[in-house]
């Protein structure tokens, strides 16, 4: 599945968090949001990728956006995570049926070592206040991704 165009509405969703809350993009209207999609937590490029989005948090927050990182781990999992590596974002709980990251088309077939699966595609969603995809970017490289998101949303008007 492709991700979604530019300038179409970013589809709604309601998911708990690491904590169990609950968050709704409905609720964060007027911000931008950064909504990262990755495979599991804990794992090497998922974590090098959450720690760059980490490091460039508060960047992100003053520069009026809110990072949400989504994968198919339960909240236990996102909770651990989140303490060991001293995350201040929050991570989203996608559910059994991966609802949110297929409706953003970050969920499809993927391959690994010759082996076919279906799983999450690391990739990222930028939403803008309006509530419209503003950017995309698919298959992402972990390292310095934040920056990258970071640079995009400072050249924003």
């Known amino acids: 599945m492709a991700m979604l165009e530019t300038g179409v509405d970013a589809p709604a969703f309601e ?4 904590q169990g809350n609950l968050v709704s993009l409905g609720a964060l209207r007027g911000k931008w949001v950064v ?3 990755y495979p599991r937590d804990d794992t090497p490029g998922c974590t090098r990728e ?3 989005f980490r490091d460039n ?3 992100l927050v003053d520069a009026g956006a809110i990072v949400l ?8 999992a996102h909770a651990k995570f ?6 201040r974002f929050q991570l989203l709980v ?6 949110t990251a297929r409706a953003y088309g970050a969920w499809g077939l993927k391959k690994n070592y010759g082996k076919e699966y279906e799983g999450i595609t690391r990739s990222t969603v930028v939403i803008d206040p309006e509530g419209r995809i503003a950017k995309t970017w698919g298959r992402v490289k972990p390292d310095a991704h934040g920056d990258e998101v970071l640079a995009w949303i400072r050249a924003q008007p």
Do not use: R, V
Request: hydrophobic share 30%; with cysteine; net charge negative.
């Open 35 to 37: 909504l990262y999609f």
């Open 94 to 99: 996608d559910g059994e049926d991966h609802a």
């Open 15 to 18: 998911l708990t968090d690491q």
């Open 57 to 59: 948090h508060a960047a």
């Open 69 to 76: 990182g989504l994968s198919p781990d339960k909240q236990s």
């Open 82 to 87: 989140a303490e060991k590596y001293d995350l």
């Open 50 to 52: 959450a720690c760059n």
